[in-house]
């Protein structure tokens, strides 16, 4: 029986977490009647979540009873990508695995197996936060996985210039006189911050949002300003510039608490605002205003999130507007500062044991799939990942995943792009049916996931699979069979005092406990995690211009962004039906400046296409993109879509200037009318 309330109807209440890429990572409560769960609901007494869930979470029941789940092991029996399989048992699918893997490992080394893991879940028990498996693929000698496709750019660049990528607490933001939404559509892409931005806001706060495209978020706030893809740090410093021109900046915080000042200072006033302006497209008048309330506005508060960064100069981007609240001083001021990612607050012990590598190992780039899975890799194995309708450089990924010598082993719940590719098919445990302990990035908050139901069919959790491979393989090494609540003790012992007093007895009776943090908290009033305890300005160049800033009147003169879906979380829900229908289907936004020429019209089919490869999309002619920029989200899937490829055929296998980050908003394409 799980952990739970006894209505007073008889219904089970089970508390639980959402486990998908989005930085809220909600607290749920699923009502179970009859061993079925009947009904999911945010947690009315969860702080950040409080009682709400998103468009997409609200339909999660579906999607766990949907006739397209996966509840059996398959094996192909069709050409690959033809997606023809045929039923086997747990015993067949353990035995040709286990079979293949060491005849792998005998021929051409464990590191011809590439354990390729994604963002499917968040879960430090089940999912990539914890790297989930790694313990197994280590006695493999497996390759090791660079999971860098969401925000290794951006906390790059804020390590760099204040040692963590952790900034401020995001329900600080009810304390902010000034609030900078930037490159971030809050409403879609964690709605539970905007709570405490409406909070603010009654207490007579501004609220500006800079994004290439007009968002429902933008909608909503009081500025809105349509800067060109890319070039946010060149605005930082433009915005900056007039802070010194008001001699606003902090200069008691500067002394105290960072280094390099006098440097950046001089970068600072290389970028007035007219040369800004040209570098941004935004109206000089709009940069001097904003200029100007930045600085004479205490505190303000910066909500910057993974979109920013996925382009060339991603990671100066970050470290450039986190030197914002160092100039101001905000980072001593409750409401003040950068909100990244929380995750740098969450110390928890997470034990790969990679002593069991008998050697250090190859690193393979998830961003990299299309140029690295080549004839050295013999095994690819997804879990939490669809990379073929998620990962860059679509058309090459499906020229590999071809190889008839390539092993590929998919974990997943739904018959996914990446699953047609597939020889053995594992069945997927989905949220409400196991065991896990979360932490959301976009808040201060450890959670619990109790499972609530028994799994359908024959469907195993990620480590239940690797428990039961390993047992069958003979494989001896004890902590390979740690139980799931074992692994929850050990993820809790790292002895950092934030986690003094969380235990897994206590999380799985109250579902989630804050991290031992102040409230209010301002990580960065008296110092920085650096060695030299100070804010590091001048690590790296201020602004590196996106690959987009040189069009200049190529064959491909559009500017490529490719922001999140409303109704998908990446490809998850992707296949949902009522989801897709609300989509509309791939659309691509065309400003009426850039659609006349091209004699584009409103509903048309068009293609959109650069050398790396192409989609189709319906046509959206809207000022909401500024002239020269398309916008196209993702998440669609490759075999839903007209003309079979979504927006990642399009997209680049490109690193950004730091982390090896992903570059999903920083493609020059050109449009025109499909044929079909």
Known sequence: MPLGEIGESGELRVLGACPLDCPDTCSWVVTVRDGEAVGLRGNPDQPYTRGALCVKVNRYLEQVKSPERLLYPLRRTGPKGSGEFERITWDEALEEISVRLRGIVDEHGGEAIWPYQGTGTLGYVQG??????????????????????????????????????????????????????????????????????????????????????????????????????????????????????EGAEDRDYLDRHTEGWEGFREEILRHPPETVAEITGLPEADIRALGLRLAHTRPTGIRATMGIQRHAGGGAALRTIAAIPAVTGDWRRPGGGVAYSTSGYVHLNIDTRDDLLARPVRRRTMTRLADELDESVKCLWV????????????????????????????????????????????????????????????????????????????????????????????????SLYDSDLELAEQLLSSGHPSLAGITVDRLRKEGWVRLNVPQPFTPFADGFPTPSGRLRFGSGPAYVPPRTASADGGPYPLALVTPAAHMFLNSTFGNNPELLRRSRGPRVLVNPADAGPRGLADGQRARVFNDVGGFEAVVEISDRVRPGVVAATKGHWRKLSAGGSTVNAAVEARDADLGRGAVYHDNLVEISASAS
């Open 128 to 245: 990539v936060e914890g790297e989930a498996g790694r313990r197994f693929w280590n006695v493999l000698g497996a390759s090791r996985h660079v999971a860098n496709i969401c925000s290794a750019a951006g906390n790059a660049g804020l390590t760099e210039i204040n040692g963590t990528p952790g900034g401020m607490d995001p329900e600080t933001f009810a304390l902010s006189k000034l609030i900078l939404l930037w490159g971030t559509n809050t409403l879609t892409s964690g709605h539970h911050l905007w709570k405490f931005i409406q909070d603010a806001r009654a207490d007579g706060a501004h609220v500006v949002a800079i994004d290439p495209i007009r968002t429902r978020t933008a909608d909503q706030a009081d500025e809105y300003l349509p800067i060109r893809p890319g070039t946010d740090a060149a605005l930082a410093l433009g915005l900056l510039n007039v802070v010194l021109s």
């Open 383 to 478: 879990y939490g990942a669809n990379p073929m309708a998620s990962t860059s450089d679509q058309n090459r990924i499906r020229e590999r995943l071809l190889r008839e010598d390539l092993f590929t082993v998919v974990m997943e719940h739904f018959p996914t792009d990446t699953v047609d590719y597939a020889d053995i098919v594992l069945p997927a445990t989905m949220q409400i049916e196991h065991t896990d302990l979360h932490a959301g990035y976009g808040h201060m908050y450890l959670m619990w996931n109790e499972p609530a139901v028994p799994p359908p069919g024959e469907c195993l959790s990620t480590m239940e699979t690797f428990r039961r491979l390993a047992r069958h393989m003979g494989l001896t090494e004890p």
